[in-house]
């Protein structure tokens, strides 16, 4: 007996070193597909292209999924929502006759809410990344190529508040990721502002053509711009 207590005292021993070691070994691992910041190389302006289509990526997927088109578009008279049958979103056909009875509970706008709001922070890390690419290089050309990505950046996230706004009216503005603690809501009137003030401020270093004239084609130019700030404006009944 003494002895099988003995035996068993060591093989636990032993498991308990194992799985010691195998603890350690496995939260000593690296992150994997993930770049520490650390690394980033601020003089390679091809991760500052990566970081200029990852804005447009943003955008690509907050403004174009079919419940945020569905959510923004359904409110106009130029789109139905299609199919009538209640079980079929049929919280679209209420917001089309401009009922919002169960907006507070409707999926589509809790995920508009996060995920618009996740962009606009992304793209304020961007930015926020690209002026440390302008600050390292010494080239004029690639100065300017940053001025540029920025003015896009800019105006893609106006386009997120823009959308923000129209869907909840009053709500907060940050253009750092740092001052979103304690932010309170701004009116709907100041968010339009804003969005009119980016757009504006933006329009001077972009290019001056359509955005099916541009490199990569769809870019945002300065066309873009100058619609957006249109758009906004109209909805503070400015013409």
């Not at 940053?146 to 508040?161: D, G, H, N, P, S």
């Amino acid at each position: 007996m003494k002895k099988f207590i003995h035996i068993s005292s060591i093989l636990f021993c032993s498991s308990l070193l194992c799985v010691t070691t195998s603890c350690n070994d496995y939260l000593n691992i690296p992150v994997e597909a993930k770049e520490p910041v650390k690394t980033i190389d601020y003089t390679d302006m091809s991760l500052a292209d990566e970081i200029l289509m990852g804005a447009y990526s943003h955008a690509t997927s907050t403004a174009g999924s079919w419940s945020r088109l569905g959510i923004n578009a359904v409110r106009g008279d130029d789109v139905e929502k299609g199919n009538p049958s209640p079980s079929d979103q049929y919280t679209l056909t209420l917001f089309h006759k401009f009922d919002y009875s169960e907006a507070p509970t409707y999926w589509a706008l809790d995920g508009a809410w996060n995920d618009e709001y996740q962009a606009i922070s992304d793209m304020n890390e961007g930015i926020a990344s690209l002026e440390k690419f302008s600050e390292t290089t010494t080239s004029a050309t690639d100065k300017a190529t940053i001025v540029k990505y920025i003015a896009q950046i800019r105006v893609l996230r106006a386009y997120e508040y823009f959308l923000v706004s129209r869907l909840f009216g009053a709500v907060p503005v940050f253009t750092k990721n740092a001052d979103k603690q304690g932010l309170h809501r701004s009116t709907f009137e100041h968010v339009i502002q804003f969005v009119i003030s980016e757009c504006k401020d933006a329009a001077g270093s972009l290019d001056n053509i359509k955005p099916n004239q541009a490199t990569p084609k769809g870019s945002v130019t300065r066309y873009t711009a100058l619609g957006l700030m249109a758009k906004a404006a109209a909805e503070i009944l400015d013409y």
